[in-house]
């Protein structure tokens, strides 16, 4: 029996415990959720914008100010749907149900910091100063339209990596600034790959959203390899010799 | 000669102890489904381990679905290292015969 399990045990444990923290790491469907969330809302506000502007153009102002109260409206909602923690347990319990046959998990937090620093809350703030900014500079024609995402980019790469590195997150994340930083690239290069002018919203939304789907995705992926792998190297030989002990324990009594 | 920890060196506790290891917490659905045990072969590992100190269990609802989550404490963990330390030492003593 002892040669047994020290033969179970042959392999390094410390494999499982990487596959372990890899899996918990990768597991994106909380990010997901809020992603739907997010571009549903702006989905919401960007129609609503556009209503506004089309009434403003026909001069038609009852439409005009019901789409700015409904304007005012979605954006407080928006705003309160981000710090609500009740936004925060609905995400959380949509994901535990997503994960339900798997179980529940919690990433080790010994690599991340549960409440971020004030300096990258501060950060994050500047940032969408930085960007009301340069939405007033485009405006003004003072920045053209081209270097919008280029312009967004300078400040978004660096706050997206802070983030990145202080809640610890995995491998699949770092995708999301480096797809967006080559795409700001690729456009300072002139290489065509913007829409056009009547889209320009499109510029930002598409690199911005897009990329951080692509991320998502591709932590998913990853954290089911993760979970094969895990599987595979926990069950090695475990069923066998849990049959044995289970039959030794039954001959004893 | 220190002889290696009997509650870990059970094949299914050592795997458990190590995935405990490597998360926060999780519940009993998790180990369950990534070892693949009988859910009594598992309660028993588990009442083993919370008895030697090594887990900690809280017992919780979700709606009216109990739900039961595991966490590996301090005495857990330096067991675990120890047990890595010890089980490395002796692989050097010994070390693998290579086939030829």
């Not at chain 1, 500047?126 to 003004?140: D, N, R, T, W």
Request: hydrophobic fraction near 45%.
């Amino acid at each position: 029996m002892s040669n047994r399990r020290n033969n179970v045990n042959s392999s390094d444990p410390r494999e499982i415990l990487y596959w372990t923290r890899t899996y918990a790491r990768s597991r994106t469907i909380y990010f997901l959720f809020q992603w739907c969330l997010i571009v549903l809302i702006i989905c919401v506000i960007g129609l609503i914008a556009n209503l506004t502007q089309q009434a403003y153009i026909n001069g038609n102002k009852p439409l005009f100010y019901t789409s700015v109260f409904f304007l005012v409206v979605a954006f407080l909602f928006f705003v309160w749907i981000s710090i609500s923690r009740w936004t925060a347990e609905i995400v959380w319990q949509l994901t535990i149900w997503f994960y339900g046959r798997e179980g529940y998990v919690l990433p080790d937090d010994k690599h991340q910091s549960k409440t971020l620093p004030r300096w990258v809350i501060a950060l994050i703030g500047l940032m969408l100063v930085y960007h009301i900014f340069g939405a007033l500079l485009i405006s003004f024609r003072y920045l053209s339209l081209q270097y919008l995402q280029p312009f967004s980019a300078l400040a978004l790469v660096p706050v997206l990596c802070i983030l990145i590195f202080y809640q610890g997150l995995g491998f699949w994340a770092w995708i999301w600034p480096v797809l967006y930083g080559l795409h700001a690239i690729l456009l300072i290069c002139k290489i065509p790959i913007s829409f056009p002018s009547r889209w320009y919203l499109l510029n930002i939304m598409v690199p911005v959203f897009g990329y951080g789907l692509i991320a998502i995705i591709v932590g998913h992926i990853y954290s089911r390899y993760a979970l094969w792998k895990l599987k595979s190297i926990s069950r090695q030989g475990l069923e066998e010799f849990e049959n044995l002990a289970h039959d030794e324990e039954t001959d004893n009594t | 000669m220190s002889e290696l920890d009997r509650i870990i060196h059970e094949p299914a506790r050592l795997r458990i102890l190590t995935i405990l290891a490597g998360v926060e917490a999780s519940d009993f659905n998790f180990l369950l489904n990534t070892l693949g045990l009988t859910k009594g072969n598992l309660s028993s590992h588990m009442d083993k381990l919370e008895k030697a100190g090594y887990v900690k269990v809280e017992k919780s609802f979700n709606g009216r679905i109990p739900h039961t989550e595991f966490q590996i404490t301090e005495k857990g963990r330096d067991a675990l290292e120890n047990y890595w330390k010890e089980l490395d030492r002796i692989r050097n003593l010994n070390p693998p015969v290579e086939n030829e």
